[in-house]
Each structure stands twice: as C-alpha cells, then as structure tokens.
C-alpha cells in the first residue's frame, strides 16, 4: 500500500533524513518512533505531501505523490500532533467544511454521522469547538481525519491531551481501522506503540536504524535471549545441569529466595529455545521449577541503544 524509496531530505548542507526505505502493507498498523529532531517528522511530512523530498519517491496504491499529488494525497487521512481546526465552528459545521473541502463523493449526512458515531462525538455536534476539552479536539480532529473513508491514516501523536479511558478507547479504535486501513501511528509512548501496532520502524540521526515486527524487536536486536529460572534444590547440581544444555552461553545463580529454593539467570543463543531442554534437565535431578520466564531488554531499552548508537554513529 505505502512504498517509501531511499527518501533523502537535504536542508542546505543538512540531511534531515537520509536514504530511509521502507513499505507498508495493506491493514498494517505501523508505528513510528524516533527521538526529537531524529527525522521522524520531516518524514510524516513528506509521505503526506506536505514538504517535497530532495530525493527519492513516495508511492500510495500504485500513485506517486509528486507526480499525482491531488489522486495521492485523496487517499491520505492525517491528523497532525495539534488538530487543524476552527474553534468558532460548531463539531458538526466543521466536519462538514471539511467534507465539502475534500470533495468526498458519499453520502454527505450519513457519513458524517457514522465518522462521528465512530469516534464518539455524536453528542457533542451543536457545540463550539472552541468550548471542548483538548481531548474532544483530538477526536474531532480524528473525525476528519476519517471523511472520505482514506485507505491510508496517517497519525502523528495521536491520543496527546486524551485522559487514560480515552487513550484505550483511542487504541482499540485505531487496531479496529487497522482492518480496514493502513495505518501509520507516531508516539513517542514505546507500551502505547507496542500495545496498538504491528510493526514499528525506529528512526534515529535522519537514518532507518530498526525495522521489525512488534514482537520480535528485542530479539532481533539482541545478541542473546535471556531467561530467569526459580527452582528448588542444590545450586551446584542446578547449575551443572544447565552448564550442559545446548546453547546456554552464561549462567549464574542470582541470590537465594529460601533456604533450598534460588533464582538463576541465563543467557543462550537467539537460533535457540532451551526452554524444554531446561525443564527435562530439572526432572532429571528432581529440582521442582518454580517460575521461568522470559527476560529480554525492554522495548524502552532498545530504543536507547538504538538511538543512541545511531548518534554515536554520525558524530
């Protein structure tokens, strides 16, 4: 649906944005992270036609958006960090403005009022923009967003202002567009992107540094998968066992829990699942496991190495 091609953006002697690629597939819900001044923007900016790029190409179901900017950019919805909207028009005036801008070809009452229903504002159409509260601003602004049903949303922080409640019902609804949608949703809160989104693409000191789906970020990046182990008996047969085990590249016993029960770490190969391989090695030496889990880095600690060697890199 969305096919970015070595996207270079050049502000005098300045690459704010070098050489970035990537795709994004029909009801895919991407998002997009990266650090203040990262090229982040400036990218949203030109998928969307708002900012010209000084190379490369943007192409939207089959359309290049420099050659066919008005058949390009029909099929975008996009709603911007701070909404475009008019505070002394009523909810509903204004959505109609902006149907009627757009040129949507529907059924004028009737989408409007099932955007609206969508977005939860149905009850709120006859008041003055300027009287709501910020999160009723993010939705009405939502709710353009959405005129024309646009195959493609673009969402640049998106539940900004919005009070917990609302940033559920914010993430439920843009998982539900994502069936219908192809969605790209910027946040610079890592849990709220790896609640919502299907894959996430990390930009860092104008460069593409990460590009993976949401689940298998960590281990991509990670040298090792990690593993905690609480299990009951001696130490020194538990770590003897382990020691044997295929692919186990460090282990240690991190403290005792009680008198005969400890927590051990292990780190082993990422083309490997010793999770089986530990447990049958437990029974063997009749060492009860009380809890096993999983242990890799954090989403939030990934993107610090990412972004930060990524720095490291252009200095």
Do not use: W
Request: charged letters at 30%.
């Amino acid at each position: 649906m969305i096919e970015v091609k070595n996207l270079t953006k050049r502000y005098g002697d300045i690459k704010a944005i070098d050489d970035i690629s990537f795709t994004v597939d029909t009801g895919e819900v991407l998002g997009f992270l990266g650090p203040n001044g990262a090229g982040k923007s400036t990218t949203m900016n030109i998928i969307t036609g708002y900012i010209s790029s000084t190379s490369g190409t943007v192409t939207i179901d089959g359309s290049e958006i420099l050659e066919n900017p008005r058949e390009t950019k029909s099929k975008i919805g996009y709603l911007p960090e701070i909404p475009p909207l008019y505070p002394d028009m009523t909810v509903q005036k204004y959505l109609e403005f902006m149907f009627d801008l757009k040129k949507v070809k529907l059924p004028k009452k009737e989408h409007i009022d099932e955007v609206m229903r969508l977005v939860r504002i149905s009850d709120i159409g006859k008041r003055l923009i300027k009287n709501l509260s910020k999160g009723y601003r993010q939705r009405v602004g939502f709710a353009q967003a959405l005129l024309g049903n646009p195959p493609v949303l673009i969402l640049d922080e998106p539940t900004v202002g919005l009070d917990p409640k609302q940033i559920i019902e914010i993430r439920k609804l843009i998982r539900s567009l994502g069936k219908k949608h192809t969605v790209i949703f910027s946040s610079h809160v890592l849990s709220e992107i790896s609640a919502t989104c299907d894959r996430i693409i990390v930009i860092a000191d104008g460069k593409l540094v990460a590009n993976s789906k949401t689940d298998e970020l960590s281990l991509s990046l990670a040298e090792t998968q990690k593993l905690s182990l609480i299990a009951e008996g001696g130490s020194s047969d538990i770590l003897a066992e382990i020691k044997k085990i295929p692919g186990v590249k460090k282990y240690k016993k991190e403290r005792d829990i009680s008198e005969k029960t400890a927590l051990y770490s292990v780190e082993y190969s990422n083309d490997t699942d010793i999770r089986r391989d530990v447990f049958s090695a437990m029974v063997r030496i009749h060492a009860p496991i009380l809890e096993m889990k999983s242990g890799n880095e954090s989403l939030e600690d990934m993107f610090l190495k990412l972004t930060q060697s990524a720095e490291k890199g252009g200095n």
